[in-house]
């Protein structure tokens, strides 16, 4: 996995949109899905 260095800025709703995304796809944590969101 790459490094990234460019800070991301979520809503709150958007932010508990990516914790559902990272639960529905088994994932630790909301880092996880944001790499497979940027990946695709």
């Known amino acids: 996995m790459e ?3 460019m800070p ?3 809503t709150a709703k958007q932010y ?3 914790e559902e995304f ?3 796809n088994g994932m630790l944590n ?3 899905a944001l790499e497979k ?3 695709s």
């Open 8 to 10: 991301v800025c979520f």
């Open 30 to 32: 909301t880092s996880q």
């Open 37 to 39: 969101i940027l990946s």
């Open 22 to 24: 990272a639960k529905r």
């Open 3 to 5: 490094k990234r260095s």
């Open 16 to 18: 508990k949109m990516i």
